[in-house]
């Protein structure tokens, strides 16, 4: 990576000014992490493939003529490391080759603050097949436009709110059987209370 000092202060990454692209670090680290880990279902690798993301963007994101697909270009760039590094791993073992117990352990909770209900939609999304759940991650929780996730996912648009529609039905599947599964665990007070009065 090509670092120097300018004349305004600072470290410059390939002509990007050091604040500038700390501030594009501050701005979308957190986003492209909830990404990484909607994708990899694992804290560390996601971290692997945030950092990675940004050292890409520190050699290569000088290249990008319009700073406003600065997001955009980085969701792309997120996805297609995720890909090459499943690509990669899928050649050197398959996961159900290994002993049991060394597989990574799943994630935990994206944010402990969100609540039941988001932990819920959480544990839902990972349900759905993986095709859709990206395109549903990047529209809902990344506000990616259709046009942005049609970018990074190298796909026309219809085909972007096709996966969206055939996401959400999935999703809604599966929330609706964890609601259910849910209710049928809690034990109604009504009926603890007549039972210990007989």
Known sequence: MK?????????????????????????????????????AKNSSDACDLTQQTFFIWARKGGQLRDTSKAKSWLFTTLYREFLRGRRRADQLTALEDLPPGESD????????????????????LQEVDEVYRTPLTLFYLQELSYKEIADALEVPIGTVMSRLSRGKAQLRAALERKEAGSRNKVVPFGSQLERKQR
């Open 3 to 39: 670092a120097w000092n300018n004349p305004t202060g600072g470290v410059s990454y390939r002509g990007m000014p050091g604040e500038e692209f700390r501030q594009l670090v501050d701005a979308y680290y957190a986003p492209l992490h909830r990404f990484a880990l909607s994708l």
């Open 105 to 124: 352990p799943a994630a935990p909770e994206v944010d402990v603050v969100t609540g039941m209900d988001a932990s819920l939609t959480v544990e839902a």
